[in-house]
């Protein structure tokens, strides 16, 4: 089955400790993207990498990183320069047309930090 | 600078009621894409449809429906005789021609179907 696998679904981790958290993709997609949710707000695009080996800062970028060193896999890590990092993560895909319409993003299921 | 705008926060609604999900964007693109997902309890974003800039036909699929009006730029959400499985928080996207593939997104729409 093609899909995003984001695991775990819940993650626990002490303050001042870095946590990274993973994304893989069998869909060929050559875009890949971190959301972050918090309660009852929408999505804010933390990275983004369009194509191996390359990434951009979104909209939110400071205390996280990220690395894009095979297609399939894009994991991002929460440092503990993030003030705040208890919050839903969501990964998502997309093909990245040169030409033709814009299809979209596919999302995986999230993971939950909590950091105690 | 896009921006996409959904005012209702939460909204309650008896099973079999029509509802109307709101959404206004903005953007400098003449091209650019429209999208509604769902995103039920359990986290995951569900795609339910997209929409080209160029395209200003309504679109209907089963018990929803879509209304895209550029004059007001406005992509509003419809579902006919709701049902509890409809419960869930709704976000509308705005992607521009410019931006690739990466969408803004509204801050939502809670809605609540109750038996």
């Known amino acids: 089955d093609g899909g995003i696998t984001q695991s775990p679904k819940y993650l626990f981790r002490k303050e001042g400790q870095n946590v990274t958290l993973s994304c893989e993709q069998n869909?060929?997609?050559?875009?890949m993207y971190w959301y972050r949710q918090d309660p009852g707000q929408g999505l804010r695009l933390i990275y983004y990498?369009?194509?191996?080996?390359?990434?951009q800062k979104g909209d939110i970028a400071e205390g996280y990183s990220v690395s894009r060193e095979k297609k399939e896999s894009f994991p991002l890590t929460v440092t503990s320069a993030q003030k705040n990092p208890t919050a839903f993560y969501l990964c998502?895909?997309?093909?990245?047309?040169?030409?033709?319409?814009?299809?979209?993003?596919?999302f995986g299921p999230g993971t939950r930090l909590t950091v105690l | 600078a896009q921006k996409v705008t959904q005012a209702q926060t939460e909204i309650s609604v008896v099973e079999k009621e029509d509802v109307t999900l709101d959404c206004v964007y903005e953007?400098?693109?003449?091209?650019?894409?429209l999208f509604w997902y769902k995103q039920p309890p359990s986290g995951e974003l569900v795609f339910l449809i997209r929409?080209?800039?160029?395209?200003?036909q309504n679109e209907i699929s089963g018990r929803y429906s879509w209304n895209f009006q550029k004059s007001t730029s406005s992509f509003n959400f419809t579902i006919t005789a709701s049902q509890v499985v409809d419960s869930a928080v709704y976000f509308c996207?705005?992607?521009?021609?410019?931006?690739?593939?990466?969408?803004?997104f509204g801050e939502g729409t809670q809605l609540t179907v109750n038996p």
């Open positions: 998502a895909s997309s093909i990245q047309p040169t030409s033709g319409p814009l299809v979209g993003q596919f």
């Open positions: 869909l060929n997609h050559d875009a």
């Open positions: 990498s369009q194509i191996v080996n390359d990434f």
């Open positions: 953007t400098r693109d003449t091209t650019y894409y």
């Open positions: 929409r080209n800039s160029f395209d200003e």
């Open positions: 996207a705005l992607s521009e021609e410019t931006s690739g593939s990466r969408l803004t």
